[in-house]
């Protein structure tokens, strides 16, 4: 006998022991008269099935889940073996209202029923019955020793049934076979546990059809997502999701044709058999061993309460392989900060239960941990973040669906700031800070905000790291863990270079001293990354600081003491100063320049319409802005091919940046316009003149 057929102790009082269930058949689909509904029809090998199938596998179906009998007994559900030459118990009725679901298939006829033979060889074991002698007390039968007693190995797959005349075959074969070793008066029991496990079949068929049917009459209307069906065996739960893009699933099964009607009810075809489901989230954890890790996580973050309570999940679990792929510093540092770990467990839960039927391209869902993920399909394959990394997919719990990775997903949140910028469009500013000595800042427990100049500001190679550079990049540190969102006009930041920087806020951007913010910030652990579209220059003195520091300005410098303007630009304030070169000055004829020098006031004039008061760094400047400038006129200032032009006139240098204001440098002296009775008065004479 094969290992796994179990003998019973039998008694004259009938049978006492619950048989042991053969491997579930094929799958197939439901037979009725238009091919779509239920009816009774006869199992295969002889025994009953109400709405079940032959039982006999057909090609391409799925295996059927395991179902256990409702009740022990070889003949049926609900009570014990009749006894010997007894009719077989007739079928249950069934209610008048039904909804079906037929798992989609091809029918196939069903095979005649087989009669037992009868018990013994001849004509005593027929003599004793017919005399009513008292039936021998059955013992169990021996299990010879030697080879032909060794069980046959465990296969590595199911075994595939025989039906019909072949399978008649089968069965007299292993009884011959037995004949060898087993005690004649012992024979019949062995035959009968073989029929009995054949009926077993059927009663594990009839549960399987069970499960795929509700006592009452349930159309696509009554499909809402969320709802929860119970199935005609044991009530346990079907769980229905219906989609925003139409899909609608029964237990991950995806629903092809509904609201087939028949006189007791109504079929809807799914596309696989589906099974029952007990376990919770929690409890598939505790019980595959590809999960250990992932176990061993959840109990140590306290989630397991969640994973058991009632709700619809999805569970993107990670398995071993997955959490091996990490480094193992990054993997102890998750998994020794409680905060850090429950930030990554909980971005492996969504909150609402997905099938991967209802998953088509594009789909964003939103993880507990409050980050998304792009759940999508790259052909036959389901992709996370345009990833194929999901290995096993819709294993159903009684409160949500587990699908397997073999990456772990670990959010921003449970990152460094360092690990961020290395992900990002800023890698080439990790290395800078790296080869600076100041990535002690960024991996650690200490509160910062980097502002990580993009890729492209290096296009050309990064700088040489000296002693000025190093104090430069620690001024791109803030000392406090910031959001971009809370950030407003005119706050100061302090740096790990003692350096103070300034906030400004435009209707378009969001800078910090001349550096914009170039992407969305991304909050880690203990830091918060801000990518900024160039590096940035902290001020180092007043306006007339700076002018004086450059020698580019020496005339400039000279104008504005002539003027009487040095205090002016000196004092606290937000100015904006298009400051002309000594070219620009030289530009002018040396007669106006002479009389314009001489004339303090009409100095002070030309000079005062070089300054607005109010900061406008040029990434500010998208489009057309006008400022209004001290001598009362409006500058316009715009952008034409990535350069910023004032009045029409291209700027030489932009975002020099001074503790009261910024600079740009131009190569024209800007001329305010005239009055408009000046303008009328000049274009009157210029006319007169031409007569």
């Not at 971009?484 to 300034?502: A, M, N, V």
Request: charged share 20%; glycine share 8%.
């Amino acid at each position: 006998m094969k290992k796994n057929v179990e003998m019973k102790h039998r008694s004259g009082k009938g049978d006492t022991g619950h048989p042991l269930l053969l491997p579930p058949p094929a799958a197939a689909g439901l037979r009725g008269t238009d091919g779509a509904t239920g009816g009774k029809t006869e199992g295969c090998k002889g025994g009953w099935a109400d709405g079940g199938t032959d039982g006999c596998p057909s090609r391409g179906a799925a295996p059927l889940p395991s179902f256990p009998p409702l009740s022990p007994g070889r003949a049926g559900p609900g009570g014990s073996a009749p006894p010997a030459g007894a009719a077989p118990a007739p079928a249950p009725a069934p209610p008048p209202h039904l909804t079906g679901l037929a798992a989609a298939g091809p029918a196939r006829p069903v095979p005649a029923a087989r009669s037992r033979p009868a018990p013994g060889h001849g004509a005593p074991a027929a003599a004793a019955a017919a005399a009513g002698a008292r039936p021998r007390r059955r013992r169990q039968v021996p299990v010879p020793a030697g080879p032909a007693a060794q069980p046959a190995p465990r296969p590595a797959a199911r075994p595939q049934r025989v039906c019909g005349a072949e399978a008649d075959r089968h069965q007299q074969e292993i009884f011959h076979q037995l004949q060898a070793v087993v005690p004649e008066e012992d024979l019949w029991e062995v035959h009968e546990t073989l029929d009995s496990l054949v009926s077993n079949v059927n009663i594990e068929l009839l549960n399987a059809l069970r499960y795929h049917m509700v006592d009452k009459r349930v159309l696509t209307d009554d499909l809402k997502h969320g709802t929860t069906l119970n199935s005609m065996y044991q009530n346990l739960p079907i769980q229905i999701h219906h989609y925003p893009n139409g899909i609608v699933t029964v237990n991950c099964a995806r629903l092809l044709k509904a609201d087939h009607h028949a006189t007791n009810g109504v079929v809807h075809v799914i596309d696989k058999v589906i099974a029952t489901t007990t376990n919770t989230i929690q409890q598939i954890i505790e019980t595959e061993d590809s999960l250990e890790t992932l176990r061993t996580a959840v109990a140590a973050s306290d989630l397991s309460s969640l994973l058991e309570s009632e709700g619809q999940y999805t569970l993107l679990a990670p398995t071993n392989e997955a959490f091996e792929k990490i480094p193992r510093e990054t993997l102890n540092r998750i998994l020794g900060d409680p905060e850090a770990l429950r930030d990554l467990l909980n971005h492996h839960i969504l909150k609402s239960a997905m099938c991967a039927e209802a998953i088509i391209a594009g789909l964003t869902m939103e993880t507990l941990e409050g980050a998304t993920l792009d759940v999508g399909c790259s052909g036959e394959e389901l992709t996370l973040n345009g990833k194929p990394i999901i290995a096993n997919k819709d294993v159903l719990a009684t409160n949500g669906v587990v699908h397997f990775v073999n990456e772990l997903l670990i959010p921003d949140s449970a990152k460094t700031v360092f690990e961020l910028a290395q992900e990002s469009e800023v890698s080439k500013s990790t290395d800078l800070f790296r080869q600076a000595g100041l990535s002690s800042h960024l991996t650690g427990s200490e509160q910062v905000t980097l502002l990580a100049p993009v890729n492209n500001v290096f296009k050309d190679g990064l700088p040489i790291i000296d002693s000025n550079m190093r104090n430069l990049l620690l001024n791109h540190i803030v000392k406090d863990q910031l959001s971009s969102k809370y950030l407003y006009h005119g706050q100061k930041l302090q740096t790990l270079g003692d350096k103070e920087l300034r906030v400004f806020v435009y209707r378009n951007n969001l800078c910090i001293e001349n550096a914009c913010i170039a992407a969305h910030d991304k909050r880690g652990r203990f830091g918060t990354l801000f990518s900024v579209d160039k590096m940035l220059t902290p001020p180092t003195g007043s306006v007339m600081d700076v002018l004086k520091a450059d020698h580019r300005f020496s005339t400039l410098v000279a104008a504005i003491q002539s003027a009487g303007l040095t205090e002016n630009l000196n004092r606290p304030g937000t100015f904006t100063v298009f400051a002309p070169t000594n070219e620009a000055f030289r530009a002018m004829p040396q007669g106006e320049l002479n009389k314009l020098m001489g004339n303090a006031k009409e100095l002070a004039n030309i000079l005062k319409f070089h300054v607005a008061d109010e900061i406008l760094v040029s990434g500010a400047v998208t489009a057309l802005v006008r400022l209004k400038s001290m001598q009362g006129d409006k500058l316009e200032v715009s952008m034409k091919n990535n350069v910023i032009h004032i009045n029409k006139e291209p700027v030489a240098e932009s975002d020099i940046m001074a503790t009261n204001g910024v600079i740009y440098a131009v190569n024209s002296v800007l001329q305010p316009q005239a009055p408009v009775y000046s303008r009328i008065l000049a274009r009157m004479k210029e006319n007169s003149s031409g007569f």
